[in-house]
């Protein structure tokens, strides 16, 4: 694979959860970070969580900084998951996530020199 792939998306009610997966079996998590980001309609893509090839974690967003939002990963399953609780409708978006070698980047990303996966839509709405 030349990209991540991600699932895990869909409708969810204002409160609920949804753990979104990243998968990544064409990068070496020994060699790659892998961040979470967003783009919410009419708005700037925004980092939300990112872990780098050593599992230190950058904290892009105060949702994530409080802990609605956490990042883990399965190295057996190649999988980098973010699981979101409390979802809000200010949460919509389509969400993404992007490989890049040793470290992680700022927020809002750059779009160049990571690989970006094609995305995954969340919505929440009552």
């Known amino acids: 694979q030349l990209h991540p792939v991600e699932s895990g998306g869909g409708l969810v009610q204002p409160g609920g959860s949804l753990r979104l997966a990243c998968l990544v079996s064409?990068?070496?998590?020994?060699?790659?970070?892998i961040g979470w980001y967003r783009q919410a309609p009419g708005k700037e893509r925004e980092g939300i969580l990112c872990?780098?090839?050593?599992?230190?974690?950058?904290?892009y967003s105060d949702d994530a900084a409080k802990g609605r939002f956490t990042i883990f990963r399965d190295t057996a399953k190649k999988t980098v998951y973010l699981q979101m609780n409390s979802l809000k409708p200010e949460d919509t978006g389509v969400y993404y996530c992007?490989?890049?070698?040793?470290?992680?980047?700022?927020?809002?990303?750059?779009?160049?020199?990571?690989?970006w996966g094609q995305g995954t839509q969340v919505t929440v709405t009552s």
């Open positions: 064409g990068f070496s998590l020994d060699v790659y970070a």
């Open positions: 872990m780098n090839n050593n599992t230190d974690i950058t904290y």
């Open positions: 992007a490989a890049e070698l040793v470290t992680c980047g700022t927020s809002p990303p750059t779009l160049l020199g990571k690989y």
